[in-house]
């Protein structure tokens, strides 16, 4: 494989500094060349070709276990060890994720209230429960900030808002994206930190109003609120630290795209059995409607 490896990649290094490297003779190397290809190595180069248009497809964000996926869905018969060989020969790699510095963030809430929630992550029916939060997007002309709402059930981001300023509005805009697209005919759990922005009331009486029950995290504890921080680490490393945003309307843009464009619509859940969030909501209610 390591023969294998300089011929796909001479174009691009020089074959004695790879050869050298690999410890691979150069006469050897070339002998190689004269060889045809073997049913495994053909086999090799056409699926390879197909992991790089997945990758890309994926905005070179997806690791060979999404990969694998994605090539069954073709109807390749093909082991996970085998596309994570490939994938490595080929140069295609997993986004990393980006830890967030410790420290404390915010002060002491005016208002709290219990953690009905209580890291209850399994829901099994949709607009049960939801999760939001609020992250930051720097561009060049300052902080952009964007407040989600996810529905637990399938992941999927049911309202979502970017404003310059970290108020109580950007919060009640997601949400009320959220109910109008949603729609809930029970009282739906909306579980949040300890941040500012939820112990309003003005935040309160919206919940009041919309028949939501409140649930609160435990003080610096963001375990209690994983998916909505599960979300937004997954957002950052697949999209926002892979560009440069010029100005906030920008990154609203770009926001947009990512969530309703991909995420919502495209990206593979491990919780889903692999399907997006909308192709999960869509199976399940088909099941359950007996289709």
């Not at 073997?38 to 992991?51: F, G, I, W």
């Not at 892979?242 to 100005?247: A, E, I």
């Amino acid at each position: 494989m390591a023969t294998a490896f300089v011929a796909e990649h001479r174009g691009q290094f020089s074959v004695r500094a790879m050869c050298r490297c690999l410890r691979i003779q150069l006469s050897e190397f070339y002998a190689w060349l004269q060889v045809p290809l073997s049913n495994r190595a053909m086999e090799d180069k056409r699926r390879t070709k197909m992991l790089l248009n997945a990758w890309t497809d994926s905005g070179k964000v997806y690791g060979y276990r999404k990969l694998h996926d994605d090539l069954l869905e073709l109807g390749e018969s093909i082991c996970p060890n085998r596309v994570a060989r490939l994938a490595q020969l080929a140069g295609i790699k997993a986004q990393i994720c980006y830890k967030r510095r410790p420290g404390s963030y915010g002060g002491k809430p005016s208002v709290v209230v219990d953690n009905t929630l209580d890291r209850q992550f399994d829901v099994e029916a949709p607009d049960r429960v939801w999760v939001t939060d609020i992250t930051y997007i720097r561009t060049q002309e300052g902080f952009a900030y964007l407040a989600v709402v996810n529905d637990l059930y399938s992941r999927r981001v049911i309202g979502w808002s970017t404003q310059s300023r970290q108020t109580t509005d950007i919060v009640l805009q997601a949400l009320l994206m959220a109910v109008w697209r949603r729609k809930p005919m029970a009282k739906v759990l909306i579980h949040s930190d300890q941040g500012s922005q939820f112990t309003r009331i003005d935040w309160a009486a919206f919940l009041r109003a919309h028949n939501l029950e409140h649930s609160m995290s435990r003080r610096e504890n963001c375990h209690d609120n994983a998916v909505a921080e599960s979300f937004f680490n997954l957002l950052k490393r697949e999209r926002i630290r892979r560009r440069t945003y010029r100005t906030r309307e920008e990154a609203r843009q770009d926001v947009f795209d990512y969530i309703e464009m991909f995420y919502n619509p495209k990206h593979k859940h491990a919780r889903n059995g692999m399907l997006s969030p909308v192709e999960f909501e869509r199976r399940q209610k088909m099941r359950h409607e007996g289709v």
